[in-house]
């Protein structure tokens, strides 16, 4: 009998820590983006190395304190694809980033299946927004628009712990 228990409480406890778990890496962490907040403020790099707002509407975004490559946004833009094309730069090594099951209107599966087909075009948004981290924004033929973080060759170098490479903007130190 004491067997039993004890297996029902091993039992009891791995549930309670796998539910919470859960609950914490998909839910407690992000927060919504307040649409007239200045990280709504969807911003791309002109091919001169500006970097400018761009309109949006109905802009809906999560993100989190926890990691910089959290942040997700959809919108649109009523800016067409040719304008954006001649103004900004372009984001030739675009992933997107898989978001919550519960932010859905953030597809990365097929946004990314999207810019493969040449059906959406990513651009630079903020080059090094955190260092080593680039904001891409992603633009459908439509206006339909959608942004996230995703790290740069000089991040993917650091974070691993190696020193940055030639035409990488020193590493923050550390505490600072």
């Not at 983006?33 to 109905?58: C, D, F, K, N, Y």
């Given at each position: 009998m004491t067997g039993k228990l004890v297996i029902g409480a091993i039992m009891i406890t791995a549930i309670v820590a796998g539910a919470a778990m859960y609950y914490l890496q998909v839910y407690a962490f992000y927060d919504p983006?307040?649409?007239?907040?200045?990280?709504?403020?969807?911003?791309?790099?002109?091919?001169?190395?500006?970097?400018?707002?761009?309109?949006?509407?109905?802009?809906?975004?999560i993100d989190s304190d926890s990691s910089p490559i959290r942040f997700r946004a959809c919108f649109t833009t009523p800016q067409s694809i040719s304008m954006l094309t001649e103004t900004y730069k372009t984001y030739p090594a675009a992933v997107p980033l898989t978001a919550p099951g519960w932010f859905d209107c953030f597809d990365a599966a097929a946004i990314g299946a999207a810019l493969e087909q040449g059906e959406a075009i990513a651009f630079m948004g903020e080059e090094n927004i955190t260092y080593g981290i680039d904001r891409v924004v992603a633009v459908f033929g439509d206006g339909r628009a959608y942004a996230w973080n995703q790290i740069n060759a000089c991040g993917a170098v650091v974070f691993n712990g190696e020193p940055a490479p030639a035409g990488c903007p020193p590493p923050p130190v550390r505490g600072e």
């Open positions: 983006v307040q649409p007239a907040s200045a990280e709504a403020e969807m911003r791309l790099t002109t091919i001169a190395g500006v970097v400018e707002p761009i309109l949006t509407e109905g802009f809906d975004g």
